[in-house]
């Protein structure tokens, strides 16, 4: 629910500001923040910690830094005050993600059917979050949409100490594995090589989602883009209703390629708003990104959780997040600052093909997806 407050109106926050010109590295700099920190975690949860009490104390931990960077707004202290106070936050948020689905995947009877339900509270959490923040707090440019992520932020870290004990199942063998770096072995199996790496690269266009997909909506004349945005998580509770029946029925080759193609297709859409000026391409592009994150993301959890050995799944999920929350986004905060000042100009021509560019590179990561990772057949 935290970020759902402050995320989709973070470039109209800075804009508001006077910071238009910080939007990409305040997009850049908290990924480095992060680059490692969902491995060290992952790597604790393994070997040393309760992952719950992890998650708890770094929920709290966010709570503070969330006040730091946007009270440094509030006050005017400048940009580098809210810079260090986001790198601050990425560092402690970093493992959170794969955390939670550890516990759960640990926890849950039937981990393929049911994790998708558990992943659909934080998703109906983010809607409500981006509707208190267009139609009770008025804060789609404010930097009290940050204030409301950090009292979610302190509710969430009291429940996560509430969740089902979760005790390391690993051994710290060396300081490679006590700091995750042991997790990079997983490189050395080919399908985790592909699905990691493809990972990455789908991650750099992405950044541009919560980047410019809200500056293109009020480009576009809509009045509440931050609750317009949450139509992506609308879809996302479609999708995780349908996804459990989904991993049962086909191949988990075959749904991340449905993630991938979907992916190429709703950045199509929004290029093709930019191209016809119609708002109405671009909101249906938002609502089928939230179909295919939930297709592609969950199930790569899943497919960690079934084909990692129990010790190193903490890791494999911190792995997964290192890709998709670090480096992809590192990578696509800066690229996608420069190829939107490189194509859009300030009449607002150019949309089209800043969003063409982006589908296009997904579709290298299809067709990378589709040649090289192979999976485990079922015998007949």
């Not at 109209?12 to 975690?41: D, K, M, T, Y």
């Not at 493992?95 to 759960?104: D, E, F």
């Not at 009770?136 to 009291?158: E, L, M, Q």
């Not at 996608?336 to 009449?347: A, E, H, I, P, S």
Request: glycine fraction near 12%; charge should be positive.
């Amino acid at each position: 629910m935290g970020p759902g407050f402050w995320l989709p109106a973070l470039t109209n926050i800075l804009r508001a500001e006077g910071l238009s010109a910080w939007v990409a590295w305040a997009f850049a700099v908290p990924p480095i923040c992060a680059l490692f920190s969902p491995l060290i975690g992952g790597a604790l949860a393994d070997e040393r910690f309760a992952a719950q009490k992890l998650l708890g104390w770094c929920s709290l931990a966010s709570a503070a830094t969330m006040i730091w960077a946007f009270g440094s707004l509030d006050l005017g202290l400048g940009p580098w005050w809210f810079i260090t106070g986001m790198a601050a936050y990425s560092l402690v948020t970093g493992p959170t993600w794969g955390l939670l689905a550890t516990i759960s995947l640990t926890h849950l009877g039937d981990g393929e059917r049911q994790y998708p339900l558990v992943r659909m509270a934080s998703t109906l959490g983010w809607i409500m979050a981006g509707f208190i923040t267009s139609y009770v707090i008025n804060a789609d440019s404010s930097p009290v949409s940050g204030y409301a992520s950090a009292a979610a932020r302190v509710f969430a870290g009291g429940l996560a100490f509430l969740m089902p004990n979760t005790p390391p199942l690993g051994v710290v063998k060396n300081w490679k594995t006590a700091l995750g770096i042991g997790g990079f072995a997983l490189f050395k199996n080919r399908d985790h090589a592909v699905l990691l790496g493809v990972t990455g690269l789908f991650s750099v266009p992405l950044a541009a989602f919560y980047m410019y997909a809200p500056e293109l909506l009020k480009a576009l004349g809509d009045i509440t883009p931050t609750a317009t945005m949450t139509i992506a998580q609308w879809s996302e509770v479609a999708a995780m209703f349908m996804l459990g029946g989904m991993m049962i029925r086909f191949r988990l080759k075959t749904l991340l390629m449905w993630g991938l193609g979907l992916s190429m297709l709703r950045f199509s859409m929004s290029g093709y708003a930019g191209h016809t000026w119609e708002v109405n391409w671009h909101v249906a592009g938002i609502a089928l990104h939230g179909v295919c994150f939930t297709i592609y993301f969950v199930t790569a959890q899943v497919y960690l959780d079934r084909r990692v050995e129990p010790g190193m799944r903490g890791q494999a999920q911190g792995l997964l997040g290192l890709m998709m929350a670090g480096i992809g986004p590192l990578v696509g905060a800066l690229f996608c600052g420069w190829l939107r000042n490189f194509l859009v100009n300030d009449k607002g021509q150019g949309w089209e093909m800043f969003w063409w560019v982006l589908a296009g590179i997904i579709g290298v990561c299809w067709a990378i997806f589709g040649m090289f990772y192979k999976g485990l057949r079922t015998a007949k």
